[in-house]
């Protein structure tokens, strides 16, 4: 007989059936609740509904198992005898709160539901006991607010419209200002709109609610808010979502009461000093919707000075205790302080490297942990750009700095316009201005480049999720006036309509009108030093793709050891050098395109020198040539009289040469490889260009290490004549130049053919660099340019798991990756007895899971664009450190 599963864990009192590393099973906010409990912080009692059972409620298609009825009981049954109430007592209630939380915290999942418990006999009784009827009556009234919207689907409007007429009616403003016989009334309003909405009476008895919030959780797993939130943080695996029930305590009896939320340690700089918020006489929600602006922490130590203190004990035990910055929530019911939370604090990638390099500097943990602290993705923070200090644009006014970061965009005033906008004009940055951002609002947050909110504090939806994602946002402007309607914002006396630019500065607070410029940021600090650590962890080499000395300098000094990818093509559009080359063309015979190339030919060599100089002494990879020839011809009739005035010959000239090009996929068409095999002259021109750039910087007293990259190849046949050829040339310019200069000939990896016959291949080539964005495209047939279409419906629809433009598809393509390494080692062992050198330089060299990836595979380096560099060195430092064990990684 199998023991019978546990479903049920409970907490308070210094005790607790859980633990902190059972998150998987009790959820991050059970497991801690848990933990906090048994290591004397005072929690309110309460208990956990296991993962588990929202996984078997859908397993049998939303019906819970058996023996949890019997174990819930049981637990709340234990809750009343701590708490010393009974759950639905018509004398002195027992109220309990009823909450989500999964393995991985997902904000705004689920809305809490408050005060259950309360019913028209209880809250007869809570208002005798605690003398205080308007307490009772606010509490029922939300109670019934939130139980109807979140448990029942009926619409929050509707309470809010009620709120609003009795306020109108009662000529008040604040909700502050009803008095105990109008929450009374409202009670009876909302009671009857719940009946309206639902069809039935607000249930009377308390275990009814209890039951119907406990499904309301497990629902909301599945509801179109955590399904989106889930997508786009990449969470998959979890088993569902645990579900909290917990005593209540009260932070809005009075004065002598409050809420707060609150980091142990800065979450945007990373300093080592207490920050959040908090509210006198306010109910926990009120802190985290930003419907009030609530006071910095620091100001509790004038207002509660005791309960301050007993705050940053907690604060150190709690670091002591989990060796890691925590995110808590408290509430202080009249001068008692209970912990509601902690949980792993998120935080901007600057104070996610702050705080892991000074963790291990205050001894808490060693480098190893430090560098899997911090994910990588989130480096983009410290990369981001900042406004550039002699800007004129000045500040006009200053809201709360809650998402570092600089962002200029065009206004967008809901969530929904930011994503008709983004699809409309993909390449415009946009800002979503909102008076408070939702759950909802995910989608449209995700796509602007910042947010700005009138409301709020830092714990704020709007300012945790930015944060998460490394986006800049200001919260709580509140000289801000959004007008959704009209379309305007107003600030500082100027009205703003919705599509001009905005801009803000997350780091300070400030708003700016108009667009401003902004400066790059350098490796340095906290961050050089963490760097420098995953540097001794990893063993892939990190490159980058750059095409300009000035990309090649810049992602040098981010740690780039080589370039993976020099793109020739983006070298032939300067204003002398596009005229050449519509020359070649153009041209009628190969002298004519001899001629044209030899005006190239000084434009590019200078180039190389440039980027040989700017690497001096690590590898450069040059790629030949790829793109079809008439990505060089303009396609409309104005442009093309302009090239025939400018090269001399009639239109007609051009027009032809641009339809006998035309192709119906030119990205299976006459590109690549394929150029210089017709047209040899093209190849020899850039070999001659690199190799003699080479030779001139050796002389100059500098190192260079030139690789000659040949794209698209599908055939070893392919690759041997161009090899030769390139060969030959090279060693006639080097054995001229009287200098020594060592160069490699190797191939890209992009078509699935070259990977199937990678062991032939690489008798030929002296590497291998594997062109992950033409390989994902021809692995599965679809064009790179033409995704969106249909991208975002595979994605919605679980067809992919994830972009495979963006993230190696490690079932499909990577086979193919996987092969090809293995049989290019193999074949180039056999053949020359010597190590094949592997590496990519697709898009995916620069993301997380794809390094890790290339990893895995047994790659030499991954290359990818200068601002990822950081992110790749860490990435892989993680893959390194990994290979014993997953690193969690928080998201
Ligand atoms: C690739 O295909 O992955 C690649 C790096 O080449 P490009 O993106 O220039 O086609
Ligand atoms: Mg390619």
Partial sequence: MSTKTKYVYSFGSGKADGRADMKELLGGKGANLAEM???????????????????????????????????????LKKVEEQVGKKFGDSSDPLLVSVRSGAALSMPGMMNTILNLGLTDASVEGLAKKTDNPRFAYDGYRRLIDMFGSTAMGVEHELFEHELSKLKDEKKVKLDTDLSAADLKELVKRYKAVYEKATGEPFPQDPKDQLWKAIMAVFNSWMGNKAVEYRRIERITGLKGTAVNVQSMVFGNTGTNSG??????????????????????????????????????????HEEMPKVYEQLMDIRQKLEKHYKEMQDIEFTVEDGTLFMLQTRTGKRTGTSAVRIAVELVKEGFIDEKAAISRVNPESLNHLLLPQLDPKSKNKPVAQGIAASPGAASGKIVLTAEAAVAHAEKHPDEPIMLVRKETSPEDVAGMHLAKGILTSTGGKASHAAVVARGWGKPCVVGCEAMKIDEKAGTITIAGKTLKVGDY??????????MIGQVETIDPSVSGDFATLMGWADKARKLKVRTNADTPADAAKAREFGAEGIGLCRTEHMFFGDERIVAMRKMILADDVEGRKAALAQLEPFQKKDFVGIFEAMDGLPVTIRLLDP???????????????????LGIPVQKVKDRVEQLHEFNPMLGFRGCRLPIVYPEIGDMQVRAIISAAIDVKKAGKSVLPEIMIPLIGTVAELKILKERAIKLADELIAASGVK?????????????AALVADKVAEEAQFFSFGTNDLTQMTFGFSRDDIKSFMGTYLKEKILPVDPFQSIDVEGVGQLIEMGVKKGREGRKAKHGEHLK????????????????????????????????????????????????????DK
């Fill in 838 to 889: 592997v590496g990519i330089c697709g898009e995916h060299g620069g993301d997380p899971d794809s390094v890790a990836f290339c990893h895995k595979v047994g790659m030499d380096y991954v290359s990818c664009s200068p601002f990822r560099v950081p992110i790749a060195r860490l990435a892989a430092a993680q893959a390194s450190l990994a290979e014993g064990g997953k690193i969690a990684r």
């Fill in 37 to 75: 409990s048994s290591i004397g912080i005072p929690v309110p009692p309460g208990f956990t509904i296991t993962t588990e059972v929202c996984h078997d409620y859908y397993e049998a298609g939303r019906k819970l198992p058996e023996s949890v009825k019997p174990e819930v009981e049981a637990a």
């Fill in 628 to 646: 079809p020839l008439h990505e060089f011809l303009p396609h409309d009739e104005k442009g093309q009289e302009t090239v025939a005035k400018e």
């Fill in 741 to 753: 200069v060592e160069y490699l000939v190797g191939t890209m990896i992009e078509i699935p053919r």
């Fill in 502 to 511: 905005l801009t803000i500065n997350g780091s300070t607070g400030d708003v």
């Fill in 259 to 300: 809420t707060g939320v609150a980091f142990t340690r800065d979450p945007n700089t990373g300093e080592n000093t207490f920050y959040g918020d908090y509210l006198i006489n306010a109910q926990g929600e009120d802190v985290v919707a930003g419907i009030r602006t609530p006071e910095p922490i620091t100001r509790l």
